[in-house]
């Protein structure tokens, strides 16, 4: 990825880690964990998803990754 593409990356997942964060914990600071981890899993999960066998085009799997990250991080906080 360019990085461009790589900042953009950064701020989808912290955005959809946020939202899903809100969604799924809804108080306390979840939502802080939750966008790092969506973030994180934006980058590394997007790039990790274009060289396998279920590519799915750049944007997808950056918001596949970064949603199964943040909701990863989600129930773990939840318990």
């Known amino acids: ?5 790589v900042l953009f990356a950064i ?3 912290a955005v959809l880690g ?3 964060g809100f969604m799924m914990t809804g108080e ?4 802080v964990f939750n966008a790092i981890a969506g973030a994180t899993g934006a980058v590394f999960g997007g790039e990790w998803l274009t060289h396998s066998a279920i590519d799915m085009g750049q944007w997808v799997n950056v918001g596949v990754a970064s949603l199964v990250a943040s909701s ?7 318990t």
């Open 1 to 5: 990825m360019d990085p461009n593409a």
């Open 11 to 13: 701020f989808a997942g």
């Open 18 to 20: 946020v939202l899903l």
């Open 28 to 31: 306390g600071y979840g939502w």
């Open 72 to 78: 990863l991080t989600a129930m773990v906080l939840k």
